[in-house]
């Protein structure tokens, strides 16, 4: 039986997309949602603790979300905006997505007053996105200059008229754990945005352990799905890496129970699960191309910690399927959950409140 993608739309009021984070991270919203209980209950952020116990493991997304969007102008004058996706083999290339694509050709060049970078569109690809080789003073190199001026890659709901909240952006647009030498996120991980320092360390005083993964977050995260069926949409490929810690807490015996921070790490752990029955003996890096959708079921998550997602997202599909593993009845219950969300003004998405499945 096909799935209608139309399943997985609802009507979000605009004034419940959040433009700015929590003033305080962890006082962001908490809908904590009882599997077996069928039960919501609603709490902050903060009362986190209530829910986990000693032996659980939370496992998280420490990638760290690269400034990574650079603005630029042609020879002639004209603006570019130049969006820095990943690295190649070649540092100095980069695979970006240019704009205006249209009038940027390959032998374009472009760069910011005061010529802190150059920039050489080498190559145009299918899917849209350009190669640009980069030339700095120095050989700085181009992910240095990012850090130092370019703008945080903010999804596009959030809006922003100028730079006045680069700074905020910069801070808040990042978990607090995130590891500066895995600067591979081009989106944040947004459901670790409500962590704080001292949380994390009421959970660790409370026996709750955490396991680091690296999944390198790209564009493809806010893709939509424009397909009449969820399953003929063709889900985006991320580069993640499991450390060997991380993987022996995936299997038997365990204390407790495994809470995936975020669907990024769902998709993490679902996909190494997926070929893996036992853990290896070195880090482990391959590309999540795992779409979960109802009646998905699940290997390796007991436990999930997410926001609010887009209509018609895989995210979506994705908790719709946690909600009721093996089944499609998780499908209308998260439309009941996210009509209480929304009657109770919960606030949506990158920026938003917070959801606790267990």
């Known amino acids: 039986m096909s799935l209608s993608t139309d399943l997985f739309d609802y009507d979000l009021p605009p004034r419940l997309i959040a433009q700015v984070p929590a003033a305080r991270r962890d006082q962001s919203r908490l809908l904590v949602v009882d599997r077996a209980g069928h039960t919501l209950a609603h709490h902050t952020f903060a009362d986190l603790p209530q829910f986990l116990r000693m032996g659980d493991t939370l496992f998280r997304n420490n990638a760290a979300v690269?400034?990574?969007?650079?603005?630029?102008?042609?020879?002639t004058g004209g603006a570019v905006e130049c969006f820095l996706l990943r690295a190649t083999e070649d540092e100095r290339i980069w695979r970006c997505l240019v704009k205006p694509g249209?009038?940027?050709?390959?032998?374009?060049?472009f760069a910011p007053a005061g010529g802190a970078f150059t920039g050489e569109i080498v190559a145009k690809e299918e899917d849209g996105s350009a190669l640009v080789r980069f030339a700095t003073p120095g050989d700085e190199s181009i992910a240095a200059v990012a850090n130092r001026l370019g703008s945080v890659p903010l999804p596009p709901y959030?809006?922003?008229?100028?730079e006045s909240h680069r700074t905020e952006d910069l801070a808040r647009y990042q978990t607090v754990y995130a590891d500066p030498a895995r600067q591979v996120a081009v989106a944040a991980p947004t459901a670790g945005l409500h962590f704080t320092p001292e949380l994390l360390?009421?959970?660790?005083?409370?026996?709750?352990?955490?396991?680091?993964?690296?999944?390198?977050?790209?564009?493809?995260?806010?893709?939509?799905?424009?397909?009449?069926?969820?399953?003929?949409?063709?889900?985006?490929?991320?580069?993640?890496?499991?450390?060997?810690?991380?993987?022996r807490v995936l299997f038997p015996p365990l204390a407790g129970r495994r809470v995936a921070v975020g669907t990024t790490s769902v998709r993490s752990i679902e996909h190494f699960l997926s070929t893996?029955?036992?853990?290896?003996?070195?880090?482990?890096?391959?590309?999540?191309?795992?779409?979960?959708?109802?009646?998905?079921?699940?290997?390796?998550?007991?436990?999930l910690i997410t926001n609010f997602h887009q209509?018609?997202?895989?995210?979506?599909?994705?908790?719709?399927?946690?909600?009721?593993?093996?089944?499609?009845?998780?499908?209308?219950?998260?439309?009941?959950?996210?009509?209480?969300?929304?009657a109770r003004d919960y606030r949506f998405f990158s920026y938003?409140?917070?959801?606790l499945i267990l």
């Open 66 to 75: 690269l400034p990574a969007r650079l603005h630029a102008q042609r020879p």
């Open 201 to 247: 360390a009421t959970l660790a005083a409370q026996g709750v352990h955490t396991a680091d993964i690296t999944l390198h977050v790209g564009l493809g995260t806010f893709k939509p799905i424009a397909t009449d069926t969820v399953e003929a949409h063709a889900i985006h490929r991320e580069t993640y890496e499991l450390p060997i810690a991380t993987q």
């Open 158 to 162: 959030i809006e922003r008229d100028d």
């Open 102 to 109: 249209k009038k940027l050709p390959v032998g374009t060049t």
């Open 352 to 355: 938003g409140d917070a959801m």
């Open 311 to 342: 209509p018609r997202s895989t995210l979506l599909c994705l908790v719709a399927s946690f909600l009721a593993p093996g089944s499609t009845r998780g499908i209308a219950w998260l439309k009941d959950i996210y009509a209480e969300a929304i």
């Open 276 to 303: 893996h029955r036992a853990p290896l003996e070195r880090t482990h890096s391959a590309e999540a191309d795992t779409f979960l959708y109802p009646p998905a079921t699940f290997r390796g998550v007991d436990a």
